[in-house]
Every structure is written in structure tokens, then in C-alpha cells.
């Protein structure tokens, strides 16, 4: 049998299905998945639809796209403004709404707004026009991080003077610590994110079952993976123990990728950064050090409109798994994927957009 | 936020594009034969009954993988008549030229539109030619209108769908999609995938020659399967039932879509055809399907089942089931 198919086996998800539910679990438990990737998987595939009804997935802040607060965007947006700059994005990010309007109805308008699918295409984009100067929205985690920094070594090895950076990369640990420290954190067990502990190793979540007693099983993006650390997840409920484990053990090790870490470390220091629904996290985002500034766009002076939020909005509560997204108002009426109110109906990953798109029925159910 | 501008997702194919249809067009021009907002308009002129449809193609690059814009200009016609049960006859070929366009490659495409209007025994019998100042437009965009007369006899069943109809499809789905993403510039991404742009009505022709078990048709074209079959529920007022894994998708597609983040089933098609079958018809046709070199992988992918809400369930292949949906904006990828 082939690897993928193995992993995508209706036979061996229900298996695990039923081994769940044979847990007898006595109360409801409601287990967080951190990435986006997996909230995109966990709807494409209707995982809900066969676990037993005690059991309650909600997202977290994982989604990066999701996570981009109004002031990142607006910024932007000024940049696409200026004559000569183009700006490259990864795809869902030009439709989220900042605090008057998003980057695609900039676009429309006549701005520059470019997707690419990879910085070292953007790159290559940027040799090949240097009449313009691009500048690469970095939004997303470690993983992110890692290539981003590597982009930005190759434009320094060949000179390449017309591309720069916006920073709005994140580091997660920082983001779940805030999370629950919360009072009203209400999260019996957490799936790890598997792409960034692949970068980071799975030792810089230890502190979460350490500190907050809180189960963590890092997780592959396959339907068996997802179920399996459900499963393992929902043995250490019933087992009253909180641990970190691996179920991701053909990619993820314990000190991840330590070359990847210090590529990022060179390039990138840590800084305050801005979350949707968190605000200000100390520490929790990652700038260009110093000696790289030419490639920082965070340097070029532009004036920014006044961040406004959209008050009757709701994604800051859905980041941090405080409501499902059809607790708020907006959803699915005047928040819908083709008329976006909030980031999280943007998005692939986002929650709002899974539950919107892959409902089993009529929306929220 | 301002909406009242055209954005790129008003062409996707997708819930915008149907909205400004609805909301704009189908408003200003409401009349019988539009309305349906079928493939082709149905129309009655004396004892005959005519079909007749029009679209532009813009697609980029012009020339990809297993096609050109030309060969698709004279395809996407043809087809759009076929599904209709319509035997195609005449076409109209209208350019819009760049200035600096090189003749070179509009002898190419042109010769293509030749050679694949040729082999449909369809004639090309009217025409227009604009030039227009370099940048004021991408270098060529074609517009084709086709007329076809609905033969007498046979066609479409007039039967109203009903439960336990099959859904078919005739092949693999997303290969035009993927062809032309990889061709487009700034992808670095090598695959063996052909466009599968390709006239149908000898396909469909061989199908209802030998069976009037046909009920419904339509090419899944922009916005894939999942908006082809989002629109069957919603204008036959029926629900249906479909199963991920007998949706036959070429493996280096599926590869494609793992790594960017897409769904096959949004994914357009320039050769396919979507059917629903009246249930005893369905595994006969699916075997005339298979024989036709365009229908090797036909497929039985789903049912018509009871409820009329007007929406699509489809079992995943992990065996939990969803609700699909028409994609919403442009196709993006998942970025992490």
C-alpha cells in the first residue's frame, strides 16, 4: 500500500474511531488544534463527523494568515501605494480586510499586488525587474521564518538590492503561553503544530504539559494522523496525565531542525509583535537584525492610516477558542468567504472558512 | 470595506461570479431562453429547435501544455453545445489583437482553431478582427459564439431527475487546471500534466446515440466539479450524494493539490463532462463512455438521493461526510 494511501485508510480512521469512543471518556473534552493546516484537514475530511460527541475540536491561533493584525495590513497597503514598489504576498493574504479595505481592492484599483507561492520565486522576480522595488509580506511561523531567511541569504550573496522584507513572522510558544495563562482557557488537550516542531523540535512545547497540565501530542496533517493524536490525547485524559508526545515521529524530533534554527537565528532577533485577538505579545515575533536593514521594509517611512477594528468582528475570540465561528453574528450571513468580514473567513486555514465550507449540513452543524 | 468594483473573483467561477450574474445580467436581460442560465440557450425557430452559446477566452499562457488558446476557443464552444444535446454546426471567431502580438503565433492558434473545428465537422462562418494599442490588452483574447441544432429523436431524456439517478463523471478532473497553473509564469514547478482540452461531441454523441438515459449535463469547466455539481442541485432543486474516493484524479494532480493547498475538485476541466443517468442506464453508459478514448475513466461517482434542499454531501475519503460548496474567490494556496 502506498505511504499516502495508508495515511488516508477509511478502514483504519474508523479503527481508531472506535478505540476512541471505547475510552468511555465521562466528561466532554475539548482538545485545541494550534495549525491551520490541521483545522484545513480536520474539515476536508469530516473528522467531526466520526468521533464520538464528547469529543470537541476547536482552533487555535495557529493560522497565520488568521493571526495578521489590521495594522500589518494597512501597512502594507500604504507600501502598495508608492510608485515603483510591488508587493508579493502568499495568496490568501491579499483578501483580508485591514481597517478600511484589503490589498486585492488595492489591487483592483491599480496597485502592484503580486501572489507568489514561494519567496525564492519572488526573488527571482525581483532580478528580472529592478526598475521595482518588491517587498515580500512575511507573514507565518517558524517554518516560514526558515525559508524567508534563506531568501533573504541568497539576495545577499547575489546583490539583489530591489527586494525587502515586511516582518510580520511569529513564534508560537510565546502565543500559547498568553493563551493559558487566560483565566478562562477552557483546552484539555492541545495538538502541536507538526510543521513548525519539525523547525523547532517538539522540547519547546514541553513547558505546556509541565507548566499548565495541559496534554500535547504533536500531530501529522494525514485524517490517520489527526485521529491517532486524538486518540493519544484522549488516552492521557483518561489517564488524568498531561504529557508531551510525538505521534509525528517520521518527520518531527525532539531538537527539530538545529541548521534551520540557526539560519534563523542569524538573520532574525525577536520583537513585540501584534496578534489579531491577542494584541501585543512580547517577544513573540521575529525582525531583521540590524546588519540587515537594507532589506527591511519596516524602514521605509510611509504615512499608515488609524488601525480601526471591526467591532460586531469576532475572530480575536475565535483564535483563541473561546467561541465556535457560528457563535458570531456575522457568520454566514454577513460574513461569508466571497464577502470576508474577518480574517479567519479568509483563509484556507481559517476556522470560520472550514466550518463555512465543510459543514456536514446547514451551516454550524 | 468598498465592494462596488470588479475584483478577479467575479470571474473565478465561484459564488461571486454567480451573484453578479444573477444580481446584474440575468436581471437587466431576463427573458425564457436565458434564464435556465444553461450551457447553450435553447431556441425554437419554426419546427427546429437551435442551441446557441458565446464565450471569451483569456487564458494565460497561450500556449500550455496539451493546447493552445485557440484549440480551447473552438472546444469550450463545441462543448458547451453538446452538453445541451445539440449537434454543433456553425461557429463565429472573434480577435482582439495586441498591437506588437507576433503572426507567428497567431498563425499557430489559428491553425489549431482550424484543425479541431475541422475534425467536429463544424464550420468557422463569421468573424471580427480589433487591434488595440499595446497594453490595452494581454496580447490576444478570442471570442467564439456557436450555433447547433437539437436533432429530433434523440438528445436529452425529458425525464425529471429523480433518486437513485447516478452522477457519472467521464474522466480524470483538474488536469487543465494543474497544466496551466504549472505553465504560468512565476510557478517553479515541473509535471508531466497534459491540458485535457478537448471537443466532446463525439463522446456525448456515441453516448445518446445508444441510450436515452441521459438526463443532465454540463462541462465542469471554471470552478471544477464542485461548482458543476453545486449548480445541479441548486437549479434541479435536488440533493446528491458523492463519494471522494471514486472520483478519479491523475496522480501527479493530486500531488500538485497536496503541495499548494488546492482542491481537485475546484479545479477547471476542458474535456470532461458530468452526467446524471437515469439509475438502470447508468453502468451502460459508463461502458460507452469507456470506450471512447476521452472516456477511459469514466467513473460513477455519486447519486441524485431524496431531500430537495438543492445541496451536494460528499463522503471524504478519511469516510466523514461534508458539504461542498462552489469555491469561494480565487484559488489560493494554504501558505504553510
Known sequence: MEPLTYFRDAHVVRQIARETAHLHLSQPVQL?????????????????????????????????????????????????????????????????????????????????????????????????HSERTLVFLGIGFETTACTLAATIAEALRNKVENFSLLSALKTMPEALRVLFTAPDAQVDGLILPGHVTTIVGWHAFEFIAREFSIPCVVSGFEPVDLMETILMLC??????????????????????????????????????????????????????????????????????????????????????????????????????????????MVSAEGACSAVYQFSSGHHGQ | MDNKIITLSHGAGGEAMHRLIKELFVKQFSNPRLNPLADAAILKLNEERLAFTTDSYVVKPLEFPGGNIGQLAVCGTINDLVVMGAKPLYLSASFILEEGFPIQILERIVTSMSQTARAAQVEIVT?????????????????????????????????????????????????????????????????????????????????????KGVKWMRDPTRGGLAAALTELAESQSCDIFIREAAIPVQEPVRAVCELL????????????????????????????????????????????????????????EAGGVRRLHRPAGELLPRIC
Open chain 1, 32 to 128: 485545541m488544534e494550534v495549525c491551520g493546516g490541521h483545522t484545513a484537514a480536520i474539515y476536508r475530511y469530516a473528522l467531526h463527523d466520526l468521533l464520538p460527541p464528547e469529543i470537541k475540536l476547536i482552533s487555535g491561533p495557529g493560522c497565520p494568515v488568521c493571526v495578521t493584525s489590521n495594522d500589518f495590513i494597512d501597512r502594507a497597503i500604504s507600501l502598495a501605494m508608492l510608485p515603483d514598489v510591488t508587493i508579493a504576498t502568499f495568496g490568501d493574504l491579499i483578501r483580508v480586510p485591514g481597517s478600511t479595505r484589503s490589498l486585492a481592492d488595492m489591487r483592483a484599483r491599480g496597485a502592484d499586488v503580486r501572489v507568489f507561492y514561494s519567496p525564492a520565486d519572488a526573488l527571482e522576480w525581483a532580478k528580472a
Open chain 1, 235 to 344: 488516552r492521557q485524559v483518561a489517564e488524568k496525565r498531561a504529557s508531551i508526545e510525538n505521534q509525528y515521529r517520521r518527520v518531527v524530533q525532539k531538537q527539530g531542525n538545529v541548521r534551520a534554527q540557526e539560519l534563523i537565528r542569524e538573520m532574525f532577533e525577536p520583537c513585540d509583535m501584534s496578534w489579531r485577538g491577542f494584541g501585543v505579545i512580547p517577544e513573540s515575533g521575529l525582525k531583521l537584525r540590524s546588519s540587515y536593514s537594507q532589506w527591511d521594509a519596516e524602514n521605509v517611512s510611509v504615512e499608515v492610516e488609524p488601525t480601526q477594528e471591526d467591532a460586531a468582528c469576532r475572530c480575536g475570540d475565535v483564535l483563541r477558542g473561546r467561541i465556535h465561528p457560528t457563535q458570531c453574528a456575522l457568520f454566514g450571513t454577513v460574513c461569508t468567504p466571497d464577502t470576508p468580514r474577518g480574517a479567519c
Open chain 2, 127 to 211: 468573424g471580427d478582427t480589433k487591434v488595440v494599442p499595446r497594453g490595452e490588452c494581454d496580447g490576444i483574447f478570442i471570442n467564439t459564439a456557436g450555433l447547433g441544432m437539437c436533432p429530433l429523436g434523440h438528445g436529452l431524456s425529458k425525464a425529471p431527475l429523480t433518486e437513485g439517478d447516478a452522477v457519472v463523471i467521464s474522466g480524470t478532473i483538474g488536469d487543465h487546471g494543474i497544466a496551466i497553473l504549472a505553465a504560468r509564469e512565476g510557478l517553479a514547478l515541473q509535471t508531466t500534466i497534459e491540458s485535457d482540452c478537448a471537443s466532446l461531441h463525439e463522446l456525448i454523441g456515441s453516448v445518446l446515440k445508444e441510450s
Open chain 2, 261 to 316: 493547498g488546492f482542491d481537485p475538485l475546484h479545479l477547471a476541466n476542458e474535456g470532461k463532462v458530468v452526467m446524471v443517468i437515469a439509475a438502470g442506464e447508468a453502468e451502460r453508459i459508463v461502458e460507452l463512455l469507456r470506450a471512447h478514448p476521452l472516456g477511459r475513466a469514466a467513473a460513477t461517482i455519486g447519486q441524485i438521493i431524496g431531500g430537495g434542499m438543492g445541496i451536494v454531501r460528499m463522503k471524504t
